[in-house]
């Protein structure tokens, strides 16, 4: 229950900021209609919709980082955690209490974001409730740590610029949502194939696409990812819990 309150506060404070809100929700729709209404005056098949909007979903989703880290960082600013702490509530009650009111708004995004895809030619189909489900909640889940992660260590100035420039840009360039790491090649290739963001891209396009053969060979790196940030939140919390900032 105690659980259930704290996830409830977090909801409430997540929605009292609603510039963060409409800027996390607003840019990616923005940039998927300037990248369709390219295609439209391109010869080339470089913003294809069926590869785009997937893409470009998991691009969506890196801004929940922002959302999470804010949040927490915050939070260890002012003596509310500290009074927190009485209570019964460990370092993971308190990452799940930041989690769990960040999923509906990921799965917010997902639904407006792939809805305005139907109107721009995603052709609509349960490829597309496969790849909402069983893709991109993993990859919300690994934003979410990650954000979580970086509001344990940084405050909420270095949060804004760690998951607010530096993650989505990240994501941007190193996923495969515009061109493959493998045109680039040599060391640009191997960091992004070192990090989960290409293959979180890769699986939205395999669900979308109905390959469903590849889709998991693809989302384990992501799950794998999404297991061990989240992990190392909780531990990066609970050390904070029991240091001199008590």
Not at 20 to 32: E, I, Q, S, W
Not at 137 to 146: C, E, K
Not at 157 to 186: D, E, H, M, R
Request: neutral net charge; glycine residues 8%; charged residues 10%.
């Amino acid at each position: 229950m105690r659980l259930l309150v704290f996830a409830s506060r977090n909801w409430k404070e997540i929605v009292r900021d609603p510039l963060n809100l409409a800027f996390g929700f607003g840019f990616p729709l923005v940039l998927l209609l300037l990248l369709t209404a390219m295609q439209k005056n391109i010869p080339a098949s470089l913003f294809r919709i069926e590869e785009l909007a997937p893409g470009m979903a998991i691009f969506n989703l890196a801004f929940i980082s922002l959302f999470s880290g804010m949040l927490i960082a915050k939070d260890r600013s002012t003596s509310f955690l500290m009074r927190l702490f009485t209570s019964p509530l460990s370092a993971s009650d308190f990452i799940l209490g930041y989690t769990l009111p960040l999923l509906p708004i990921a799965v917010m995004q997902c639904v407006i974001f792939f809805a305005a895809a139907f109107f721009l030619g995603l052709a609509v189909n349960v490829t597309v409730l496969v790849a909402l489900a069983v893709v991109l909640i993993p990859v919300a889940v690994l934003f979410i740590g990650i954000g979580l992660m970086a509001g344990s260590v940084f405050t909420d100035k270095q949060v804004s610029a760690i998951c607010g420039a530096g993650l989505t840009n990240a994501c941007a360039w190193l996923s495969g949502i515009w061109f493959a790491p493998g045109l680039v090649g040599g060391w640009f290739e191997a960091i992004a194939y070192a990090l989960p963001f290409v293959y979180a891209v890769n699986a939205a396009r395999a669900a979308i696409a109905g390959d469903y053969a590849s889709i998991f060979p693809q989302l384990w790196w992501v799950i794998g990812y999404a297991v061990v940030i989240m992990t190392a939140a909780i531990l990066v919390f609970w050390k904070w819990m029991g240091s001199d900032h008590m």
